[in-house]
Every structure is written in structure tokens, then in C-alpha cells.
């Protein structure tokens, strides 16, 4: 379990630095000669559209998360900022699910399956599958079928509504609030959305973190902590 320990440590020293490396300015802090430089280092417009048809200059915003961290230059290409913030936001949410239901899978699945008379999907290590656990095969092709087809469908809304509203439509925004978080103003809703982003990336590397200490551990993350 040293290692597992190892592994943990590192995850946590990480996450900690990259919620610091996104975090906003202090309150007493005036950011506007950032901004004004993120702003003077975007790429023409005419590049932001990725595989869109309609582009506005409104549909890249900035929102505090942005820290003009980009070494490889991903953003500053014929594939578009605006392509690109739309993929790292659909990243950021499907982590962020992962993130909370990988462990309460580990937690549910066995006393769930064995209610229902099915065998469980987590292995007798209490891990869950993934590409290095291994039990993928466990999955009905049904779901991985009706995985695509939902994601293929909102990816096709999400396209239509930027074409149809570029001069409204921001990276994310599909209109899918039913809870009314979102705010109307347009400064708390890029404090939203900075929120998103931030918690997004940190998503994303604790569900890859979840994946690597399992496989090196060989024990499932709920069996790692002390609850």
C-alpha cells in the first residue's frame, strides 16, 4: 500500500497545484492587463470556428479560468479556440460525473447486482472496469451502442444551435438548466463558467488517477481510503 500511498500524495499535490495554476485573481487584485494580453494573443476569428459554418467573435469568452497556458499550441490553430473550448468542456463534464460515480459503482454495483440476480460488473478486487483493469467486456454492446447514438444526437443539437446562434451561443451553453443555476448577469455567468472549467480539469485528472492507482494498487479506490 506504499505505493497506493505514493500515488495518492502525488494526485492530491497535483490537483492542488492546478486548482492554484486556474485560480482567480484576489479580490483586490486588478486582472485587466491579463485580459488584455489574453485577449491581443487570440487567433483571427476566422480560425475559431473548428467544423462550424457560423462563427461571432462573442463565442470565445473569457472567463478568469483562462491563464493563456497552452504549450503545445492547441488553441492557436486552423481547428479553432472555439473548437477547442467546446471539446474541453464536454470533457470537463463527462469527468466530472466519472469522477462522482466511480467510486459510489465500486460502492453499489455487488449489493445491487446481487439483488437482481446478476453478476457484478466490479471484479473481486472491487475495481471497475476500465481499459487497465480490464472488464470492458462485461458491457452490453447495447450500451456502448446507446452511449454513441446519445452523444452523437447531442453533438448534432449542439452544432445546430451554434450555427443557428452564433452570435449568442458560448461554448457548453445548451440550454439545459433546469435548476436555474445559471446566472442572468453576464459577470456571474463567466464566474459560472471559469467554475465549470476548473472543476472540469480537476476532474479529469482524478478519474485518470482513479484509473492508475487501481491498476498499480490492484485494489479498488473505496477499499483505499478509511471510510
Known sequence: MKISAALTFLVTAASFGNSLAFAPASPGVKNTKQQTSLASTLPPSSEWKGYYTNYADTQVVLTGADRNFDPLG????????????????????????????????????????????????????????????????????????????????????????????PDTYTPGNLGFDPLGLYPKDEAGQKNMMAKELRNGRLAMISVAAFAAQEYVANVGIVDQTPL
Open 74 to 165: 492547441f488553441s492557436d490553430n486552423n481547428a479553432g479556440l472555439f473548437f477547442m473550448r467546446e471539446a474541453e468542456i464536454k470533457h470537463c463534464r463527462l469527468a466530472m460525473l466519472a469522477a462522482a460515480s466511480w467510486p459510489v459503482a465500486e460502492l453499489l454495483d455487488r449489493p445491487i447486482a446481487n439483488l437482481i440476480g446478476q453478476p457484478a460488473i466490479v471484479d473481486a478486487s472491487d475495481r471497475n472496469p476500465s481499459v487497465l483493469n480490464g472488464g470492458l467486456e462485461k458491457i452490453s454492446p447495447l450500451y456502448w451502442a446507446t452511449v454513441l447514438v446519445a452523444a452523437a444526437a447531442i453533438d448534432l443539437y449542439q452544432i445546430n444551435t451554434a450555427n443557428a446562434n
